[in-house]
């Protein structure tokens, strides 16, 4: 039960060996991050949910000021 991996777009825990590892944007940082999904169509969801927002994002923001 410890340490299960949950699944970065819908949050739902993943079985051992099933799970999607995918390199993707994140919001508010820079580059490719390593992220889980449990399955191809949560992992398209994050995908366009991401690219909107960064889209829409303001240049030279700071997270914190966001909250």
Known sequence: MFFRKKCEFCGR???KG???TEK???YG???LWKRN???EECLEKYKKATSELM???RPNVCMR???
């Open 13 to 15: 825990q993943i079985e």
């Open 18 to 20: 099933k799970e999607i």
């Open 24 to 26: 993707v944007e994140v």
């Open 29 to 31: 940082r820079v580059g």
């Open 37 to 39: 999904f449990c399955s």
């Open 55 to 57: 889209k829409r994002r």
């Open 65 to 67: 000021c966001l909250r």
